[in-house]
T-cell receptor
Framework: AQSVTQLDSQVPVFEEAPVELRCNYS??????LFWYVQYPNQGLQLLLK??????LVKGINGFEAEFNKSQTSFHLRKPSVHISDTAEYFC??????????FGSGTRLSIRP | DGGITQSPKYLFRKEGQNVTLSCEQN?????MYWYRQDPGQGLRLIYY???????QKGDIAEGYSVSREKKESFPLTVTSAQKNPTAFYLC?????????FGAGTRLSVL
């Protein structure tokens, strides 16, 4: 069975500071990995995805993530955050086209 | 604009009442999904459908029902058997392993 663990439920950072949101997954087969962002009272929006190829994946809004197979991790990073990055972030994995498993989410709060 | 439309945005249910949440997509995707979101618990899969006239139970299907009579539409009914329906409900469709989400419906009990 697959599982996704987001190690931090909340991450507070100061504006313009770097941030890393951690995600670990468990799967016995090859996976596809995703990060989604959710703003208050809205649906989820895809930030970036790893399907194959380069392990460093760049997404929208200046975010990037690195797939590390040996550590089964897919951490999300941004070198300098903005107030508008305040949101909840979900890591997810899938090994088929039919089902995707989501982590419990990390709430990113940006302090001015 | 292509996308997924969920309606209504807010919905209130009385005790013993069935309510139906609408989900429509014009992305021409075969697969559609319903998730329930509770604070601190991420998303839990209720039902999914990979093709018209076919659907499967997810992890928390009890108290819910769906239909898939058209490719574009995947309505979710929250029945009176669902004793704790208050949550944020998200509909999604997928293509090539990527899921696309609607804006959600917030259901509350009166």
């Amino acid at each position: 069975a697959q599982s996704v663990t987001q190690l931090d439920s909340q991450v507070p950072v100061f504006e313009e500071a770097p941030v890393e949101l951690r995600c670990n997954y468990s799967s016995s087969v090859s996976v596809y990995l995703f990060w989604y962002v959710q703003y208050p009272n809205q649906g989820l929006q895809l930030l970036l995805k790893y399907l194959s190829g380069s392990t460093l994946v760049k997404g929208i809004n200046g975010f990037e993530a690195e797939f590390n197979k040996s550590q089964t991790s897919f951490h999300l990073r941004k070198p300098s955050v903005h107030i508008s990055d305040t949101a909840e972030y979900f890591c997810a994995c899938s090994s088929s086209a039919s089902k995707i498993i989501f982590g419990s989410g990390t709430r990113l709060s940006i302090r001015p | 604009d292509g996308g997924i439309t969920q309606s209504p945005k807010y919905l209130f249910r009385k005790e013993g009442q069935n309510v139906t949440l609408s989900c429509e997509q014009n992305l021409n995707h075969d697969a559609m999904y319903w998730y329930r979101q509770d604070p601190g618990q991420g998303l839990r899969l209720i039902y999914y459908s990979q093709i018209v006239n076919d659907f499967q139970k997810g992890d928390i299907a009890e108290g819910y029902s769906v239909s898939r009579e058209k490719k574009e539409s995947f309505p979710l009914t929250v029945t009176s058997a669902q004793k704790n329906p208050t949550a944020f409900y998200l509909c999604a469709s997928s293509r090539e392993n990527i899921q696309y989400f609607g804006a959600g419906t917030r259901l509350s009990v009166l």
